[in-house]
């Protein structure tokens, strides 16, 4: 009965010593291993078996790790206060030193990430800030890497995730996107009404040298009109030759008004006046004189 019971009691001192010596390690993780308090080395995954009361395995996950970094106020180079959040990647790629060089790596990394945010975004103006993300994560994880490369991390990747600008800024840039649409409208009008004066000064060109164009193009002016029922009535005439009647006209009207310009008869009285006088007794029924 008593050796039966000590049988008993070595084999539950067996599976206790076994239960405290074995350890898995996953395969998403990597053991460091200290015995009495040094560092003995690395231990791959699977099945790991130490020295219980003498060995401690620390397990160190070597995945992706994703971290938000909480919005900071942070002022630009131009005085704009703007509130920038944005996401770290980091992972592990040194299990001892993750474990030795630093207490806490996870929190490590969050405050550095902070601080770095704030340094790296304060250098550039609004428009840089928005514009030129990709250098200013890129400059965040190059100064992330100097740091953290001593803890056994690696930052994989930084990416800015919102940037909040304050109401008054928001109303000054919508009103400056509005003026530079107006502005890029207008340069677009003005050239077409260049090339619309080059194309018509060509047209006059070639009507120049060719004058039934004008009247082809008077009677096609004619056909649209034509198209709306309308009671329209237009009379095409040539342009040049209608002002040059009418400067014919006021010119003869002009001669007229003034005396000095006509020829006069022996009596000095102005011809129209003569002819006038002779014409006066046919109006009034009688015959002229025959001498006259």
Same mark, same amino acid.
């Given at each position: 009965m008593n050796t039966l019971l000590a049988l008993l +009691?070595?084999?539950?001192? @067996? !599976?206790? $010593? !076994?239960? &405290?010596?074995? *350890?898995i390690v996953k395969q998403y993780q990597? $053991? /460091?291993?200290? *015995?009495? $308090?040094?560092?003995?080395?690395r231990r791959e995954p699977g099945l790991r078996f130490i020295i219980p009361f003498v060995d401690v395995l620390h397990r160190v996950s070597l995945r992706i790790v994703t971290m938000p970094i909480q919005s900071q106020g +942070?002022?630009? *180079?131009?005085? /704009?206060?703007v509130d920038v959040s944005a996401v770290a990647y980091f992972r592990v790629v040194d299990a001892v030193k993750s474990v030795v060089a630093i207490e806490n790596v996870y929190a490590a990394i969050d405050q550095i990430a902070q601080t770095t945010l704030r340094k790296v975004v304060g250098q550039h103006t609004l428009d840089q800030t928005l514009s030129e993300t990709d250098k200013i994560n890129l400059d965040i994880r190059a100064i992330l890497d100097v740091t953290t490369v001593e803890w056994g991390v690696e @930052?994989? !990747?930084v990416e800015l995730k919102d940037i909040q600008l304050p109401d008054s800024m928001k109303r000054a840039m919508a009103r400056q996107a509005e003026a530079e649409r107006?502005? *890029?409208?207008k340069i677009i009008n003005a050239e077409g009404e260049s090339l619309a004066a080059a194309a018509l000064g060509d047209a006059s060109d070639i009507m120049t040298a060719h004058p039934l164009a004008l009247q082809l193009r008077n009677l096609q002016s004619l056909v649209e009109i034509g198209v709306d029922k309308n009671t329209t009535v237009v009379f095409p005439a040539p342009l040049m030759t209608t002002i040059a009647e009418l400067g014919a006209f006021l010119a003869r009207e002009t001669a007229a008004a003034d005396p000095?310009? &006509?020829?006069?008869g022996t009596t000095g009285a102005p011809m129209s006046n003569t002819m006038d006088q002779a014409a006066a007794p046919v109006a009034n029924g009688a015959a002229p004189p025959a001498g006259g």
């Open positions: +009691i070595i084999v539950a001192l @067996v !599976l206790l $010593g !076994l239960a &405290l010596a074995a *350890r990597q $053991g /460091v291993l200290f *015995r009495l $308090g040094r560092v003995q080395g +942070i002022i630009t *180079r131009d005085n /704009v206060s @930052v994989t !990747l107006e502005k *890029r409208a000095s310009a &006509l020829p006069t």
